[in-house]
C-alpha cells in the first residue's frame, strides 16, 4: 500500500509560469515532508521541507504547502526554467529526525522555452 | 555543504559474482545510512536502514542474506549484493543522515548494476 502518492506522473509547462505539483499520503503520524529533484542515473538533490507544524516554506522560487487536514503538500515553483526538468519526489517521514524516509512515485516535469 | 560519495558509479558483473557498493560522506558523520533501489521509472524503494556498528534493518521482502550491509564507521557504509542474479539490476542509492551542521538527508549519485 502506497502511503505517499504523486498522482501525476508528468507535467509540462511554459517557461516563466508556475509548476505545481501534488503529493498525498495516507499515513497520518508523517510529521515531516521533503520534496526532491532527480536527474537520471543521478541521486536526488533535496530541494525544500517542511515540518507539520507548519503550512508554508518558501525558499527562492520554490513554495511547499501543506495541508493536514487533508493529508496534501504541493510544491510550487515560480517561475519556472528549462533547468528545472527532471522527476521531482516527494518523500515523507515520521517521528524522531532521521528516520526513514518513504517516497512518492515522482512527477516528470518539462518546462518548454 | 553536506556530500556523499557512491562508487562505484556504474558496474557491470556475471550472475554468480558479488558487487559491492561503498557510500562515504566525505565532510560529516553519517550517523545512519540508508540504501535504496529505483527500477526503470519507478520510485526509490527502501532496502535497510543502518546505522553505526550495529546491524541493518531490513524493508519487508529485502533478502538480508543477499544484501549485505555494513556500516563499520561513521563516515562510511557498504552494501554487497551476493551471488547477483540478471533480477537484481538496478540503480541502487545510498543516503546519508547526519548530525551537525545543516545536514539531513543526503544522498549518493546512485550506482547502476548491470548482472548479465
Known amino acids: 500500500d502506497q502511503q505517499v502518492k504523486q498522482n501525476s506522473p508528468s507535467l509540462s509547462v511554459q517557461e516563466g509560469r508556475i509548476s505545481i505539483l501534488n503529493c498525498d499520503y495516507t499515513?497520518?503520524?508523517?510529521?515531516?515532508f521533503l520534496w526532491y529533484k532527480k536527474y537520471p542515473a543521478e541521486g536526488p538533490t533535496f530541494l525544500i521541507s517542511?515540518?507539520?507544524?507548519?503550512d508554508k516554506n518558501e525558499d527562492g522560487r520554490f513554495t511547499v504547502f501543506l495541508n493536514k487536514s487533508a493529508k496534501h503538500l504541493s510544491l510550487h515553483i515560480v517561475p519556472s526554467q528549462p533547468g528545472d526538468s527532471a522527476v521531482y519526489f516527494c518523500?515523507?517521514?515520521?517521528?524522531?529526525?532521521?528516520?526513514?524516509?518513504?517516497f512518492g512515485g515522482g512527477t516528470r516535469v518539462l518546462v518548454k522555452p | 555543504g553536506a556530500v556523499v560519495s557512491q562508487h562505484p558509479s556504474w558496474v557491470i558483473c556475471k550472475s554468480g559474482t558479488s558487487v559491492k557498493i561503498e557510500c562515504r560522506s566525505l565532510?560529516?558523520?553519517?550517523?545512519?545510512m540508508f540504501w535504496y533501489r529505483q527500477f526503470p521509472k519507478q520510485s526509490l524503494m527502501l532496502m535497510a536502514t543502518s546505522n553505526e556498528g550495529s546491524k541493518a534493518t531490513y524493508e519487508q521482502g529485502v533478502e538480508k542474506d543477499k544484501f549485505l550491509i555494513n556500516h563499520a564507521s561513521l563516515t562510511l557504509s557498504t552494501l554487497t549484493v551476493t551471488s547477483a542474479h540478471p533480477e537484481d539490476s538496478s540503480f541502487y542509492i545510498c543516503?546519508?543522515?547526519?548530525?551537525?551542521?545543516?545536514?539531513?538527508?543526503?544522498f549518493g549519485s546512485g550506482t547502476r548494476l548491470t548482472v548479465v
Open positions: 518523500a515523507a517521514s515520521e517521528g524522531a529526525a532521521g528516520n526513514k524516509l518513504t
Open positions: 565532510d560529516f558523520q553519517a550517523t545512519t
Open positions: 543516503s546519508a543522515y547526519g548530525t551537525g551542521g545543516n545536514h539531513g538527508y543526503t
Open positions: 499515513n497520518s503520524m508523517f510529521d515531516y
Open positions: 517542511i515540518s507539520s507544524i507548519k
